[in-house]
């Protein structure tokens, strides 16, 4: 009896389930659309009114935001002794990451710390001499107000991105840079679209703001930037790929600058003085073409000097790679060699396969 009374137990707590789902499933069928259902909705038109959103929401942020805290912000930024100390939960700690890093490859020490690591151990990395820099669409989210006594007993400044300058962390703050927006770019009003997107921007805005009027130079931002296409554009110097000399006499006979042609295999030769000078570049094309408008019982009275390029554009060993690509291409004729000299004494060739090859 009591085996049937358990079954018939189970039986009822099954049944009653059963139920319930049934129930949850009409309601769900009810209030979403179904599996696979799509809206009807003009995808391009959709796309490019998202984007206009968001583009208002900046230029927005740029009409509406105080200059003074603008330039307080800056001042109190470029005057900080220790690092940015970024922060933010969500959406807007993903944004803070992205403005993190930018200030750090472009002269400004930065950092990212999510609130809640702060307050466990986290704090270990903040000092009196640092900035943080909060972000918070309204400015009452819980993890980010949690920290803000730790953060003041430590006696950093803060400056904070906010939505709603009325906001608990804008009230905290020592400079509020408000980048509220109307609406949201999501179309149920929701999701952090528009204001990630006018957060980031001011962010960037600052971090380049900071490295203009810090002078950072081009061959500063390549310390930061060694790897990839970007590093080696401003990194990998002439020097570095060019190839050895081929040079030959300006009285070498025309077959002598054949033989020097095919011996290096470049695709050209430099002519040289007797010390080393430059004079002009024969290139493979120089000499079919004179060859070709040459009679055949002239060919012995050719010389290395009547079949080059006098005065070729040309290049330094210290002139980035990049530079000397751009030299080779912005011209009206492009030219695939340039003579590389160093002084008054011509030291390398320098060819646009190597350039290529070297991945700029």
């Given at each position: 009896?009591r085996?049937?009374?358990i079954?018939?137990?189970?039986?009822?707590?099954?049944?009653?389930?059963?139920?319930?789902?049934?129930i949850?499933?009409?309601?769900?069928?009810?209030?979403?659309?179904?599996?696979g259902?799509?809206?009807l909705?003009?995808?391009?038109?959709?796309?490019?009114?998202?984007?206009?959103?968001?583009?208002?929401?900046?230029?927005?942020?740029?009409?509406?935001?105080?200059?003074?805290?603008?330039?307080?912000?800056?001042?109190?930024?470029?005057?900080?002794?220790?690092?940015?100390?970024?922060?933010?939960?969500?959406?807007?700690?993903?944004?803070?990451?992205?403005?993190?890093?930018?200030?750090?490859s472009?002269?400004?020490?930065?950092?990212?710390?999510h609130?809640?690591?702060?307050?466990?151990?986290?704090?270990?990395i903040?000092?009196?001499?640092?900035?943080?820099?909060?972000?918070?669409?309204?400015?009452?989210?819980?993890?980010?107000?949690?920290?803000?006594?730790?953060?003041?007993?430590r006696?950093?400044?803060?400056?904070?991105?906010?939505?709603?300058?009325?906001?608990?962390l804008?009230?905290?703050?020592?400079?509020?840079?408000e980048?509220?927006?109307?609406?949201?770019?999501?179309?149920?009003?929701?999701?952090?679209?528009?204001?990630?997107?006018?957060?980031?921007?001011?962010?960037?805005?600052?971090?380049m703001?900071?490295?203009?009027?810090?002078?950072?130079?081009?061959?500063?931002?390549?310390?930061?930037?060694?790897?990839?296409?970007?590093?080696?554009?401003?990194?990998?110097?002439?020097?570095?790929?060019?190839?050895?000399?081929?040079?030959v006499?300006?009285?070498?006979?025309?077959?002598?600058?054949?033989?020097?042609i095919s011996?290096?295999?470049?695709g050209?030769?430099?002519?040289?003085?007797?010390?080393?000078?430059?004079?002009?570049?024969?290139?493979?094309?120089?000499?079919?073409?004179?060859?070709?408008?040459?009679?055949?019982?002239?060919?012995?009275?050719?010389?290395?000097?009547?079949?080059?390029?006098?005065?070729?554009?040309?290049?330094?060993?210290?002139?980035?790679a990049?530079?000397?690509l751009?030299?080779?291409?912005?011209?009206?004729?492009?030219?695939?060699?340039?003579?590389?000299?160093?002084?008054?004494?011509?030291?390398?060739?320098?060819?646009?396969?190597d350039?290529?090859?070297?991945?700029?």
């Amino acid at each position: 009896m009591r085996n049937v009374s358990i079954r018939a137990l189970c039986a009822v707590r099954a049944s009653v389930k059963a139920r319930q789902f049934a129930i949850i499933a009409n309601v769900a069928g009810k209030c979403l659309p179904a599996l696979g259902e799509r809206h009807l909705v003009n995808t391009y038109e959709k796309t490019i009114e998202i984007l206009r959103l968001e583009a208002s929401a900046i230029e927005n942020v740029a009409a509406t935001i105080d200059a003074a805290s603008v330039e307080k912000a800056v001042e109190l930024l470029l005057r900080c002794e220790g690092k940015v100390v970024v922060t933010g939960v969500g959406k807007s700690g993903v944004i803070a990451q992205k403005i993190a890093q930018t200030m750090t490859s472009t002269g400004t020490p930065a950092i990212y710390i999510h609130p809640s690591d702060a307050m466990h151990g986290g704090l270990g990395i903040l000092s009196s001499g640092d900035v943080v820099l909060a972000l918070s669409n309204s400015g009452e989210t819980d993890e980010l107000l949690a920290v803000l006594p730790a953060i003041a007993n430590r006696g950093a400044v803060m400056i904070s991105i906010v939505g709603n300058s009325a906001s608990t962390l804008a009230r905290s703050s020592d400079v509020v840079l408000e980048a509220s927006i109307d609406k949201e770019a999501c179309p149920l009003n929701l999701a952090p679209t528009s204001s990630t997107t006018a957060t980031l921007a001011l962010g960037d805005a600052l971090a380049m703001t900071l490295m203009e009027a810090k002078g950072l130079t081009e061959a500063d931002f390549a310390v930061n930037h060694p790897a990839g296409r970007l590093g080696r554009r401003l990194t990998v110097r002439v020097a570095d790929i060019m190839q050895k000399s081929p040079a030959v006499a300006p009285d070498a006979g025309w077959m002598a600058v054949v033989k020097a042609i095919s011996e290096y295999a470049l695709g050209a030769v430099n002519v040289v003085d007797e010390d080393g000078r430059l004079l002009g570049i024969v290139t493979d094309g120089d000499l079919r073409r004179t060859i070709e408008r040459t009679a055949p019982n002239e060919l012995s009275q050719l010389s290395a000097s009547s079949m080059m390029t006098a005065g070729p554009i040309k290049t330094s060993p210290d002139t980035l790679a990049f530079a000397a690509l751009k030299l080779m291409e912005d011209r009206p004729s492009q030219i695939s060699v340039l003579p590389v000299v160093d002084g008054e004494k011509c030291v390398g060739l320098l060819r646009l396969h190597d350039v290529v090859r070297s991945g700029i």
